[in-house]
């Protein structure tokens, strides 16, 4: 896919060492070859177009040939099994065009429903990733969809400037937008859906005089430079000091980025400052929720702030946000009180 040199106020490196880059590379660790749901996996396959590898391993050369060309069905046949997208998209003469035939001639014998939206650059993806992906690129701030494509500024600023979109198609479609911008896209929908209900959980507990707020997807940049009452930054890391109110003086800059052990230890901390004996959040809600949240930082590191606010004399916030330098995966987490 071609890419095209673009500017964004974001476009600048957000975070301290970050260089410039106009072409797309990939940041992620290999691809999973074993199948699991999306939402607990970075897999290349949904459940739900399982289907498309069955037809694939299963035919026999004349229904392969009855939808490809000869040369592509024997190419398949001595390649597989197949147990992922990218092994059939690694097969000699299989690219975008023959993995929509392949999904197209899956479709027609019932090996795949309606629930197999069908693969997009390389990714199956099922119809509720699409529909997350839709939500998510519509519904996210500027500063978090820069977060998420770190290696792709110029999508992410043409999709911020195109949207509202009406399909996966489109957005993958998009100039700048390649295989790995759509995959770190389907995770940031689908991957930490259990943490997603875990956040709904604690703001469920009732909250009289003092509670937790989280949020998954949210506006850091915006976050750090508003104007509340008794507004007070403690400390930042891995965030440039120009981003920050008055050019980030009188503000401690810590020299380490946060690691998943800290983040986990301020959901944990949130989520105990939101409980009391009587109202609990339902353990097996929490036990997925944090096991989740572990799984996808552990071993990561993180860039944030933590700070200090009131809207009025008689309350108080205390806020820690975390953004994965890399995966842009964010979480924010606000134990207040009121009187």
């Not at 979109?165 to 759509?182: E, W």
């Not at 507004?231 to 401690?252: K, T, V």
Request: aromatic letters at 8%.
């Amino acid at each position: 896919m071609r890419r095209f040199i673009g500017s964004a106020v974001l476009a600048t490196g957000l975070l301290t060492g970050c260089g410039p880059s106009e072409t797309e590379t990939s940041t992620q660790q290999p691809l999973e070859q074993q199948q699991a749901p999306l939402t607990e996996t970075d897999v290349d396959l949904a459940p739900e177009c399982q289907g498309v590898l069955d037809y694939l391993n299963e035919s026999d050369f004349d229904r392969l040939d009855a939808a490809l060309p000869s040369n592509v069905a024997h190419n398949l046949i001595a390649a597989r099994p197949f147990s992922t997208v990218a092994q059939v998209a690694a097969v000699k003469l299989v690219g975008d065009a023959r993995l929509q035939q392949i999904v197209s001639a899956a479709r027609g014998l019932d090996y795949i429903e309606a629930e197999c939206y069908g693969i997009l650059d390389s990714l199956a993806l099922s119809q509720d990733d699409a529909t997350a992906i839709v939500s998510l690129v519509n519904s996210i701030s500027a500063t978090g969809l820069h977060d998420i494509l770190p290696d792709a500024r110029t999508g992410a600023t043409n999709l911020r400037n195109l949207r509202p979109f009406a399909t996966v198609d489109a957005i993958a479609n998009t100039s700048g937008i390649g295989a790995v911008s759509l995959r770190n896209l389907r995770n940031a929908a689908t991957l930490s859906r259990p943490f997603e209900a875990l956040i709904e959980a604690v703001h469920a507990l009732p909250r009289p005089n003092h509670g937790t707020n989280m949020a998954r997807h949210f506006d850091w940049l915006s976050k750090v430079n508003s104007q509340y009452f008794n507004f007070q930054i403690q400390e930042c890391f891995g965030i440039r000091p120009q981003l920050l109110p008055d050019n980030g003086r009188g503000i401690s800059m810590r020299p380490n980025l946060a690691d998943g052990a800290e983040v986990y230890a301020a959901v944990e901390a949130g989520i105990a400052y939101a409980e009391n004996h009587t109202n609990v959040v339902d353990p097996q809600v929490k036990t997925a929720g944090l096991e989740n949240l572990a799984a996808l930082t552990s071993g990561r590191s993180f860039f944030g702030c933590q700070y200090g606010f009131s809207n009025d004399p008689w309350s108080n916030h205390g806020v820690s946000f975390y953004v994965d330098t890399q995966t842009g995966f964010s979480v924010y987490v606000d134990t207040f009180w009121v009187e």
